[in-house]
């Protein structure tokens, strides 16, 4: 059974980082072909795509976000991450990780249940 | 970037009639396309892949349809469960992109 729970720290003011933590269970980051992934949804812009990173390491990020997104993975604890630096107001949304899986179904086909980022002075 | 236009924003329906959405890329996404089904407060379900494919455990009165450019949902007999909002996804090329959704309301 797949499962994905993202975890963050909720509220963050202007400026900070935004780390945010994707423990996943049912597939692991090192089989051929999976990947990880962030969407995010406000009610501004709907759902983006933020970025991936599959089993080999390649990872793929928005280029609307410019340089201030970074994804990582811990196969051996079975997780994801990803850090947005500068965060705006703009940047408040409910963050998703979701798993693609390559000559599958390719796109997102299990999701986390989102964590919302509110960010306020 | 792909853009994705997805029409209609809204739609209303009754119960046993079927409905259609429809998602336009801005250019050639190779059937690279998927279709979610959203409920309030709750994370996006995976529908359809690559443009016409079932996901697992989605009932047959999903279908998905299309190529090259144009693609769509179709909802056959609406049942009450199916209100929710749609989603279509390019994942042809990065970056991926999302139509705007299509919220569905059953009269």
């Known amino acids: 059974q797949v499962t994905l729970k993202e975890s963050g720290p909720g509220i963050l003011q202007p400026s900070q980082t935004l780390s945010l933590t994707c423990s996943f269970s049912g597939f692991s980051l090192s089989t051929y072909g999976m990947c990880v992934g962030w969407i995010r949804q406000s009610s501004g812009k709907g759902l983006e795509w933020l970025a991936n990173?599959?089993?080999?390491?390649?990872?793929y990020y928005n280029p609307s976000l410019k340089n201030r997104l970074t994804i990582s993975k811990d196969t051996s604890n079975n997780q994801a991450f990803l850090k947005i630096t500068n965060m705006d107001t703009a940047d408040t949304a409910t963050y998703y990780c979701?798993?693609?899986?390559?000559?599958?179904?390719?796109?997102?086909?299990?999701w986390g249940q989102g964590v919302m980022v509110t960010v306020s002075s | 970037d792909i853009q994705m236009t997805q029409s209609p924003a809204s739609l209303s329906a009754s119960l046993g009639e079927t409905v259609s959405i429809e998602c336009l890329a801005s250019e050639d996404i190779y059937n690279n396309l998927a279709w979610y089904q959203q409920k309030p407060g709750k994370s996006p379900q995976l529908l359809i892949y690559y443009a016409s494919s079932l996901q697992d455990g989605v009932p047959s009165r999903f279908s998905g349809s299309g190529s090259g450019t144009q693609y769509s949902l179709k909802i056959n007999s609406l049942e009450s469960e199916d209100a929710a909002t749609y989603f279509c996804?390019?994942?042809?090329?990065?970056?991926?992109?999302f139509g705007g959704g299509t919220k569905l309301e059953l009269k």
């Open positions: 979701a798993r693609s899986e390559r000559y599958t179904t390719d796109s997102p086909d299990y």
């Open positions: 996804l390019q994942d042809s090329e990065y970056p991926w992109t």
């Open positions: 990173i599959w089993w080999n390491d390649d990872k």
